[in-house]
């Protein structure tokens, strides 16, 4: 059975940090381009971050770069998103996607909300 479990959302004040997992059941993350996205209430889904399956490369959007950080754990089959510096419009639900040519799975999401 393939399931990805997205985790680590919360509650935080502006400048505070929060680190969300996305683990994987069911396949193995190794093969897999691992991408983090966030939708805020009324607004499109934004592309957040994305490491390959051999974490060569990584991709950090320009809205994020210098706070977020994406990270990958192939023995626990997990990867990371570490928020630093968080503002009140980072505020949004993230999920993460794993992706392999045309094959594509969905964790649910994980709620933050950043605090003024």
């Known amino acids: 059975d393939v399931q990805l479990q997205a985790c680590g959302g919360g509650l935080v004040q502006a400048g505070g940090s929060l680190r969300l997992s996305c683990a994987a059941s069911g396949f193995s993350f190794r093969n897999y381009a691992i991408g983090w996205f966030r939708q805020a209430p009324g607004k499109e889904r934004e592309g957040v971050a994305c490491?390959?399956?051999?974490?060569?490369?990584?991709f950090i959007a320009e809205s994020v770069k210098g706070r977020f950080t994406i990270s990958s754990d192939n023995a626990a089959n997990t990867v990371y998103l570490q928020m630093n510096s968080l503002r009140p419009e980072d505020t949004a639900v993230y999920s993460c996607?794993?992706?392999?040519?045309?094959?594509?799975?969905w964790g649910q999401g994980t709620e933050v909300t950043v605090s003024s």
């Open positions: 996607q794993a992706v392999r040519g045309s094959v594509a799975y």
């Open positions: 490491i390959r399956r051999d974490s060569s490369k990584k």
